[in-house]
């Protein structure tokens, strides 16, 4: 049975940092694309970052520079590394894995960025 459990998240006042994890099991995360998305409320879920299974990596164009993601394939962790939060980074922060015609989610953890 896969799970990908998040945990991190909380609120931070704008140019604060967070760190965000996924714990998954029952897969292995060097084998599917990891992937952070995000959801802000009346808005539609969007990819935040991902890194591939070579370990490529991606950024949705608002987070470059500020955002990165990682793994840690030993101990099954994710980890989205978020820096110079603004207000409209506020979100549910979901980790997803996908592989061909799998895909799996974890239940979401959310982020507040305000003063």
């Known amino acids: 049975q896969v799970q990908l459990v998040e945990s991190g998240g909380g609120s931070v006042q704008p140019g604060g940092s967070l760190r965000v994890s996924c714990a998954a099991s029952?897969?292995?995360?060097?084998?599917?694309?990891m992937g952070w998305y995000r959801q802000a409320v009346g808005k539609q879920r969007e990819l935040v970052a991902q890194?591939?299974?070579?370990?490529?990596?991606n950024y949705l164009e608002s987070v470059k520079g500020r955002f990165a993601i990682s793994r840690d394939s030993a101990k099954k962790m994710v980890y989205l590394q978020m820096n110079s939060l603004k207000p409209e980074d506020t979100a549910v922060y979901y980790c997803?894995?996908?592989?061909?015609?799998?895909?799996?989610w974890g239940q979401g953890t959310l982020v507040t960025v305000s003063s």
């Open positions: 890194i591939n299974t070579g370990g490529q990596t």
């Open positions: 997803n894995a996908a592989w061909l015609k799998s895909e799996f």
């Open positions: 029952g897969i292995s995360v060097s084998m599917f694309a």
